[in-house]
C-alpha cells in the first residue's frame, strides 16, 4: 500500500504559478505511474498529468500542456506539479494518485490539495 499527501495548493491570481507536491510512502515499484487529477466544484475528476516513476515518460491532458510541468524526485519519493499561467478554470481539488503501470487503473489516491485561481 502506497500513502499519498498533496500539499501546495492555495490562492493564487489568473497568470500566477503553483507547485504541489505529493510525496509518497510505503512500498513502490519502479514500474508505478504518478498521477495528477482534478476536481472542480459540479464537474467529474479529470486526469491532468501522469509520469512513470521510472524512466520519466510523461502525460498531460491537452488543457495543460504547455503550463503545466510534472516531475519526480525519486530520492526523495516525490511528484510535482509546477503550474504556470494558471486560469480561474484551473480552480479544482488536485488529486495524487498512483498505477502499478500505464495499462491499468490508478487505484491509490491522496486527499487532495485545493488550488483556487482569483480573475
Known amino acids: 500500500q502506497v500513502q499519498l499527501v498533496e500539499s501546495g495548493g492555495g490562492l493564487v491570481q489568473a497568470g500566477g504559478s503553483l507547485r504541489l507536491s505529493c510525496a509518497a510512502s510505503g512500498r513502490t515499484f519502479s514500474s508505478y505511474v504518478m498521477g495528477w487529477f482534478r476536481q472542480a466544484p459540479g464537474k467529474a475528476r479529470e486526469f491532468v498529468a501522469a509520469i512513470a516513476w521510472s524512466g520519466g515518460s510523461t502525460d498531460y491532458a491537452d488543457s495543460v500542456k504547455g503550463r503545466f510541468t510534472i516531475s519526480r524526485d525519486n530520492a526523495k519519493n516525490t511528484v510535482y506539479l509546477l503550474m504556470n499561467s494558471l486560469k480561474p478554470e484551473d480552480t479544482a481539488i488536485y488529486y495524487c494518485?498512483?498505477?502499478?503501470?500505464?495499462?491499468?487503473?490508478?487505484?491509490?489516491w491522496g486527499y487532495g490539495t485545493q488550488v483556487t485561481v482569483s480573475p
Open positions: 494518485a498512483v498505477a502499478k503501470n500505464w495499462r491499468v487503473a490508478y487505484d491509490n
